[in-house]
């Protein structure tokens, strides 16, 4: 990817050039998403009452992603921007920091929990204000957790047009009972698999969320960090190698966006196999994750399909 760095006094320009007045086409308030499932989140609760642009393109990398001076033109521009936030839009932040709009980070609303390292836990954080290890961004993968966003959207949108009020509470509400049934549907899938293969390998530190929400340990990851934008030592892959064969891991699972090459090698190595999810991304309007709730059903299947039988 050879997306361009933005320096400061470029949006500065920018922002003298323009007149941010956060509204889009027809008077819609102009609304940012950052990753394509916080868009369709979005989408699902403001409608046509809103003008939505989701900033990253399918397929990108939400950890990775750069932006280009065109995209900070349009955050400029947003009455507000919908991130994740807990760190995932890390190549994002140093923009997001520039540009003068209100940043609504989603994660901020949810239960976090906290990753100390690979030598260290992953569980929940006890408001221990001692606390130095990172947060974990990953909250969209427990539906349960998407469900507190539904209250910020609906508020913040609220915010914006409030004319519009009963119309995005309406359409939160019943996301929410969207939201409830994939909840249990994945609980009686996750029924299926054995107990002693509810055991989950990634690329890097995705399904913490999912595993502490459904059940499932998760053993490692290829890249045992909670980012991307970062590369397994010899030690630490030959300790996945030791721990997937130890365990009889059936399945790594590997988000579409990353290059799989080094989950390929270790699956090569072990005698396992890869199974792709959609993790970080929706797929194109026709793939088999188009929505968030198709994602997560799309997902779910993949894994039950990989560790059950
Ligand atoms: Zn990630």
């Given at each position: 990817?050879?997306?361009?760095?933005?320096?400061?006094?470029?949006?500065?320009?920018?922002?003298?050039?323009?007149?941010?007045?956060g509204l889009?086409?027809?008077?819609r308030p102009l609304v940012?998403?950052?990753?394509?499932?916080?868009?369709?989140?979005?989408?699902?609760?403001?409608?046509?009452?809103i003008?939505?642009?989701?900033?990253?393109?399918?397929?990108?990398?939400?950890?990775?992603?750069?932006?280009?001076?065109?995209?900070?033109?349009?955050?400029?521009?947003?009455a507000?921007?919908?991130?994740?936030?807990?760190?995932?839009?890390?190549?994002?932040?140093?923009?997001?920091?520039?540009?003068?709009?209100?940043?609504?980070?989603?994660?901020?609303?949810?239960?976090?929990?906290?990753?100390?390292?690979?030598?260290?836990?992953?569980?929940?954080?006890?408001?221990?204000?001692?606390?130095?290890?990172?947060?974990?961004?990953?909250?969209?993968?427990?539906?349960?957790?998407?469900?507190?966003?539904?209250?910020?959207?609906?508020?913040?949108?609220?915010?914006l047009a409030?004319?519009?009020?009963?119309?995005?509470?309406?359409?939160?509400?019943?996301?929410?009972?969207?939201?409830?049934?994939?909840?249990?549907?994945?609980?009686?899938?996750?029924?299926?698999?054995?107990?002693?293969?509810?055991?989950?390998?990634?690329?890097?530190?995705?399904?913490?969320?999912?595993?502490?929400?459904?059940?499932?340990?998760?053993?490692?990851?290829?890249?045992?960090?909670?980012?991307?934008?970062?590369?397994?030592?010899?030690?630490?892959?030959?300790?996945?190698?030791?721990?997937?064969?130890?365990?009889?891991?059936?399945?790594?699972?590997?988000?579409?966006?990353?290059?799989?090459?080094?989950?390929?090698?270790?699956?090569?190595?072990?005698?396992?196999?890869?199974?792709?999810?959609?993790?970080?991304?929706?797929?194109?309007?026709?793939?088999?994750?188009?929505?968030?709730?198709?994602?997560?059903?799309?997902?779910?299947?993949?894994?039950?399909?990989?560790?059950?039988?």
């Amino acid at each position: 990817m050879s997306h361009q760095r933005i320096s400061a006094g470029f949006v500065v320009g920018a922002l003298g050039a323009l007149l941010a007045l956060g509204l889009g086409a027809v008077g819609r308030p102009l609304v940012v998403a950052t990753a394509s499932f916080v868009g369709d989140v979005v989408r699902q609760i403001g409608g046509d009452e809103i003008e939505l642009r989701v900033l990253f393109p399918l397929g990108a990398d939400p950890h990775s992603f750069e932006p280009t001076p065109a995209d900070g033109v349009l955050l400029a521009r947003a009455a507000v921007v919908f991130a994740v936030g807990a760190g995932l839009e890390e190549g994002l932040e140093p923009l997001l920091a520039t540009v003068p709009v209100r940043v609504v980070r989603l994660a901020e609303f949810v239960p976090l929990l906290a990753w100390d390292g690979p030598d260290g836990d992953h569980e929940d954080e006890d408001h221990d204000d001692e606390h130095h290890g990172e947060h974990d961004p990953h909250v969209w993968l427990d539906p349960t957790l998407v469900a507190r966003w539904t209250d910020v959207i609906r508020d913040v949108l609220t915010g914006l047009a409030p004319q519009h009020a009963d119309a995005f509470a309406a359409r939160a509400s019943a996301y929410r009972e969207a939201l409830a049934e994939l909840d249990r549907w994945i609980a009686d899938q996750v029924r299926r698999v054995p107990e002693e293969h509810r055991v989950l390998v990634s690329d890097h530190r995705v399904l913490g969320y999912f595993a502490h929400r459904y059940g499932f340990r998760v053993a490692g990851a290829v890249v045992p960090g909670l980012s991307t934008l970062a590369e397994p030592t010899a030690r630490e892959l030959g300790e996945l190698v030791d721990t997937v064969r130890d365990l009889g891991v059936r399945a790594i699972f590997v988000a579409t966006t990353v290059n799989p090459q080094i989950a390929q090698q270790v699956a090569r190595d072990t005698g396992t196999r890869i199974v792709y999810l959609y993790t970080h991304s929706l797929s194109d309007p026709g793939g088999p994750a188009a929505t968030y709730l198709d994602l997560m059903r799309y997902n779910v299947t993949a894994i039950v399909g990989a560790l059950g039988e």
